[in-house]
């Protein structure tokens, strides 16, 4: 899962807050540094997945595939599963003719509006070793203090324009300047930022094997704003951004404009910084996706089609991105399986409204 959550002072995922209290279970067995090199599928059922070393665990009801979106259709594939002229072509032999495998790979892009800091409130200082002593001694003493801080401190969805029916883009606020150099790790520097990810890219890509060996990586091309409306939402977005951090309220804070280096920029000159620095939120999605058309590899149960006993648990299974961030959603997909495969019946679905506020220029919950 991507973003995690804080609680009294310390993050937590999904791991330690569904899986640590579960693993005293009799019914639970955690295998570390194990790796699943296919699912072994009898007929067209699934029996168990095959580990690296040639052990077996078999499958009394159903196989889980929880793998994520590039692992998931890379293990399907290697076990049978996916498009025969692919399939065929690598000497793999085809379970269930899908198309669909690997395909519609999606992604939120994402881009930095940067600024320094004429203040001491960015964190930048945590690099100086007297600060960091200092900060970590608060948060042994009450879990309190910058580092208690995932560094995204806001956050919010937002209109690119109100020519949008919908917020098409999120934006993270990090009170410090994290510079990203090539082959040179990360560099704190005093300022703030604001991250700009568009939420509904147009543009898809693909995860594809090149061989049968599961230890070798397959082939993931994502096509970002291959597609030009998802460069141009960029372009909105960095300019309404850039308002921001022009706001009178970042008057006594801001120094230097560093990403972009001007604000009086062509939407040319714009489109040029966002395809030169245009990066990625990390929410690879919808390469398994659920559906009934010919492109589906699930159903609405996220059993595969063509296959019994097996399912996909992951954001593989998404048929379009969601706007924001996976780690809910996923969980919340997690738990669909959970009472699919318990025959309880889910909560209803529910849809909130939203209303563009002018004066901000965002979206706000009816």
Known sequence: LDRTVSRDGRRTSAATAHLEPALSRENLQLLRNAAVEKVEIDGRRATGVRLNGGELISAKREVLLCAGAIKTPQLLMLSGIGGKDQLESLGVDVVADLSGVGQNLM????????????????????????????????????????????????????????????????????????????????????????????????????????????????????????????????????????????????????????????RNMSDEDLEAFVRATCGTDYHPSGTAKMGSGAEAVVDADLRVHGVDGLRVVDASVLPSIVSGNLNAPVQMIARKAADVIRGVEGLPAERPEYHFDADYDVAVAA
């Open 107 to 262: 992604d939120h892009a994402c881009v930095n509006v940067a600024a320094g800091c004429r203040t001491s409130d960015a964190i930048d200082g945590l690099a100086r070793p007297l600060r960091k002593a200092v900060v970590g001694a608060r948060w042994l003493c009450d879990g309190k203090g910058w580092a208690a801080s995932n560094a995204w401190e806001a956050g919010g969805l937002v209109f690119g324009s109100d020519a949008y029916p919908y917020p098409n883009l999120q934006y993270h606020f990090c009170p410090v300047h994290a510079d990203y150099r090539e082959g040179g790790g990360l560099t704190l520097r005093p300022g703030f930022q604001i991250q700009v990810d568009q939420l509904r890219p147009y543009s898809r890509g693909r995860v594809a094997i090149t061989s049968r060996d599961p230890a070798a990586d397959p082939s993931v091309r994502f096509n970002y704003l291959q597609d030009p409306r998802d460069a141009q939402e960029l372009v909105e977005g960095v300019r309404r951004a850039l308002a921001i951090v022009y706001a009178p309220a970042f008057n006594d804070f801001r120094a230097d404009l560093r990403l972009p280096d001007t």
